[in-house]
């Protein structure tokens, strides 16, 4: 099993090492030619922004979805090689440098490494990947026999496998010459970060994700966005959220400068100023402060 888990990372990585240098010096590929890469990712967003159906009498039904839900994992693939760009618009897929690729087989690496160190709570099925295939699949059987080893995982152990990558280090080599390494753990820290900070985002309002967010017009409608109604965010809104002021009351150093509005009450109004203040030396009353945890003599 060792030798067999071994040519297939080879292969894998050969693979990878193509699909990269095709990208930067061909045409700009079809989206749909590679499904690993693409069940890969479903596969992160399905971990990291489970579906929780459990959820549905206790908060609502607007808390049942997940990342796979809302499609999630195939926008991960575009941010992921959208984000490095070389500034050259004649080289790669619109001047970028495609990484989903080379992560999605080194998130594969991490979860045979997984397999073989029997860290894993439940067997692979390929029953799970079906479950991350959609209408838009062209060919589902297709699909489902060029998924790699982290999709075929629990949700539980594809994290424990991202976790597993705190212990790849990566060397980049220049001809004879070491050019730097590079600790993959970063890569799942990312990946989750990416999916989460994504997930909660605006992003699934812009609908088909073409041009840049300042090309594209957005309805700000809580409808649109899964997340938005999750959490109840009503949309973006000028200064929502922002720093309104600092607090201060009648006789405090708290609160200093204009005022910019007054928070009525019957007992003692509260000022929303403009400046925050400073503590004055003594203006607290400590004196009948007792140490909770007094120093043994």
């Known amino acids: 099993m060792g030798d067999a888990s071994l040519w297939n990372r080879i292969l894998r990585g050969s693979t990878s090492a ?15 030619t590679d499904v690993h890469t693409k069940l890969t990712f479903r596969a992160v967003a399905d971990a990291v922004v489970p579906e929780t159906p459990e959820l549905a009498d206790e908060l609502g039904p607007e808390h049942v979805p997940g990342g796979a839900s809302v499609g999630l994992g195939d926008f991960l693939v575009v941010y992921v090689d959208d984000l ?5 618009p004649d080289v790669g897929i619109r001047g970028n440098l495609p990484l989903a690729g080379p992560v999605a087989d080194l998130i594969d690496a991490a979860a045979l490494a997984l397999l073989e160190r029997g860290e894993n709570e439940d067997d692979p099925s390929h029953e799970r990947v079906v479950d991350l295939l959609d209408p838009t699949d062209r060919d589902p059987a297709a699909s489902a026999g060029a998924t790699g080893t982290f999709a075929t995982l629990s949700r539980r152990d594809r994290l424990r496998a991202l976790g597993r990558l705190e212990g790849f280090e990566l060397e980049m080599r220049a001809f004879d010459g070491e050019l730097f390494e590079f600790d993959a753990g970063l890569v799942g820290q990312l990946v989750v970060g990416f999916a989460e900070m994504i997930y ?44 309104r ?32 203040g400073s503590f004055r030396e003594n203006d607290y009353d400590t004196s009948d402060y007792e140490e909770p945890y007094p120093e043994v003599a």
């Open 245 to 276: 002021g600092y607090l201060g009351a009648e006789g405090s150093t708290l609160g200093d400068g204009e005022t910019w509005t007054t928070i009525d009450d019957d007992s003692s109004p509260v000022r929303l100023t403009h400046g925050s």
């Open 200 to 243: 909660y985002s605006e992003w699934q309002g812009y609908g088909e994700f073409v041009r840049a967010p300042n090309e594209l017009t957005h309805p700000n409608d809580r409808r649109t966005v899964q997340s938005w109604r999750q959490t109840g965010y009503p949309g973006t809104a000028p200064g929502y959220a922002a720093l």
């Open 18 to 32: 193509w699909r990269t240098l095709e990208a930067l010096v061909g045409p700009e590929p079809d989206p749909d």
């Open 84 to 88: 490095f760009q070389f500034g050259l």
